[in-house]
């Protein structure tokens, strides 16, 4: 655990050498965006383009070697002293990636520090939220999750039976926490919670709940996004009074707020308004170091929310 965090630094601080930042998007948004989904290995790079040579393809069919030279959905907030976005890859890196095909007939991934899944020591360093909060997970899982969720953006049959049984057996377990011997299960399951939101299916509610009330704060914002995809007056009020309550963090509030208002159910959103002077008006946001080059990506506080509601 300890290289694959100090991966993550490394990457990471390589992008802090000027003041350029952008808007970092959401998983779900880059995976409907992308054409192409691969594994390859990085076998020349520079500030500008990288090589790539493809090992496996899930989506269109890719082979031999391409060029990544761009982004596809890079939104600047700011950028100084003439250095613009630059791609950070090293030549002998492996991964997933997820490209979209340029006007030139090279490839591009979303943004600087996105759209690219590492294999490091073994485990893929994954994205299923966002890049601010990766699991590292072994790549049997990965692939059998990512490969379901990648058929399912892009119309393509879905297997459910696999991912369905990892999700029950993941999520049966006790909440994980950081510890270094719960940290295998920790990740798995926010994977399991995040691949059921993902696929939008439907989980036992007392298991949600369990995530939902437990003390990881990880586990706590999976198991409301997951809350919000239920299609059950269970779910719908379980939300309405969880975003109530003071002692649960503003981050996952805003993701039972998101899923309920997405439900489109009339009589739950009529009831969020009407309660919009009782929910937290806290700022929340991904944390992190002020000097990352993602902090302007934006998270409302779940007052926020409900009042975008308000005035539509």
């Not at 003439?82 to 991934?109: C, R, S, V």
Request: glycine content about 6%; aromatic content about 12%.
């Amino acid at each position: 655990m300890k290289n694959h965090l100090t991966f993550l630094l490394v990457l990471f601080t390589s992008f802090i050498v000027n003041a350029t930042t952008w808007d970092e998007p959401w998983q779900k948004e880059i995976i409907q965006k992308s054409d192409c989904f691969v594994y390859g290995s990085v076998i020349q790079a520079n500030d500008t383009v990288a090589t790539v040579s493809v090992i496996k393809s899930f989506g269109r069919s890719l082979t031999g070697q391409i060029k990544i030279d761009g982004f596809f959905m890079l939104e600047l907030c700011s950028m100084s002293g003439g250095h613009g976005p630059k791609l950070h890859f090293k030549e002998g890196y492996e991964g997933y990636f997820f490209l979209k095909k340029g006007d030139n007939g090279n490839y591009m991934i979303p943004t600087p520090s996105s759209g690219f899944d590492m294999v490091v020591d073994g485990s893929v360093h994954a994205t299923y939220r966002h890049t601010y909060h990766q699991a590292a997970v072994d790549a049997k899982v990965y692939e059998m999750t990512y490969s379901q969720i990648w058929n399912y953006y892009h119309n393509k049959k879905v297997n459910y039976t696999e991912v369905k049984k990892f999700i029950e057996e993941s999520l049966s377990k006790p909440v994980a926490g950081f510890e270094e011997d719960e940290q295998d299960l920790f990740f798995n399951q926010h994977v399991a919670l995040e691949t059921a939101y993902l696929l939008n299916i439907p989980v036992d509610f007392d298991s949600l709940k369990k995530f939902a009330e437990s003390e990881n704060y990880h586990s706590q914002i999976s198991a409301m996004r997951c809350m919000g995809i239920q299609n059950t007056s269970e779910a719908k009020k379980y939300i309405i009074s969880y975003i109530q309550q003071e002692d649960k963090s503003s981050f996952s509030k805003v993701m039972g707020i998101e899923g309920l208002v997405a439900s489109g159910d009339k009589k739950y959103i009529k009831q969020l308004i009407s309660i919009k002077d009782k929910v937290s008006n806290e700022e929340t946001g991904f944390g992190g170091s002020i000097m990352d080059p993602r902090v302007c990506t934006h998270v409302p506080s779940p007052r926020e929310v409900i009042e975008m509601i308000s005035v539509k």
